[in-house]
Structure formats: C-alpha cells, structure tokens
C-alpha cells in the first residue's frame, strides 16, 4: 500500500522540541521531493519546509526558520521534521508530503500523496 504516515507529535512546553517522523511505504521517499505543511484552526495550509529533490535546497518558511530543520534515514524510508524553540504559534496539525522530483526552490502547487496529518500542540 502506497501511503505516508506521520508520528512523533504530542503536547510540548513552549522552548521545548519534537521530531516528526514521515514514514513512506510501497515507494521509496528519497527519490521524491518531500515537505511538511501545517494547518492551525481558522488558518490556511502553511508550507513549512520543502524539499524538491533528493539533493535539493530545502525552503523554510519565515516562521521556522532557523528552528525546523529537515533529515532523512533511507534505511527507514522516513524524513524527519526536527522542530527546535516551539511556540505557540506552531500548534498545529503537520502534515507530509511527496510528490514527483522537479528542479527550483520552494513548496510546489500539488502533492500527490499526503499523510493522515499529526497533532502538534504548544502550550505551558
């Protein structure tokens, strides 16, 4: 079964971090490109950080920048979203991505597959 399934979130003090974890099956991720989107409640979707190709420059959202960084174990098929000074304003649902590899820089317009989505929630 071709899927995407994310883990790893949870309630976290603001200051604290998390490690999201995207785990592929019946493809292999690291030919794609890959990014984490969030959706907090009234919000638009938000690009946090894509990656168009496996050697690719990853984007950061101005938000995440400098705190969110982006890791991959091919021997697990799974990226990681390692989200470092959380605050507040990072609560919400993230989710993975993936679609075909393409040159350029940035969150692309269409992702074929999309994890389930995992809560995150930052508050004291």
């Known amino acids: 079964q071709v899927q995407l399934v994310e883990s790893g979130g949870g309630l976290v003090q603001p200051g604290g971090s998390l490690r999201l974890s995207c785990a592929a099956s019946?493809?292999?991720?690291?030919?794609?490109?890959v990014a984490w989107f969030r959706q907090a409640p009234g919000k638009e979707r938000e690009g946090v950080l894509c990656?168009?190709?496996?050697?690719?420059?990853?984007y950061y959202a101005d938000s995440v920048q400098g705190r969110f960084t982006i890791s991959r174990d091919n021997t697990k098929n799974t990226v990681y979203l390692q989200m470092n000074s959380l605050k507040p304003e990072d609560t919400a649902v993230y989710y993975c991505?993936?679609?075909?590899?393409?040159?350029?820089?940035?969150?692309?317009?269409?992702?074929?597959?999309w994890g389930q989505g995992i809560q995150v929630t930052v508050s004291s």
């Open positions: 991505a993936s679609a075909l590899p393409v040159s350029g820089y940035g969150c692309l317009d269409h992702y074929s597959r």
């Open positions: 019946g493809f292999t991720l690291d030919y794609f490109a």
């Open positions: 990656i168009n190709s496996r050697d690719g420059i990853p």
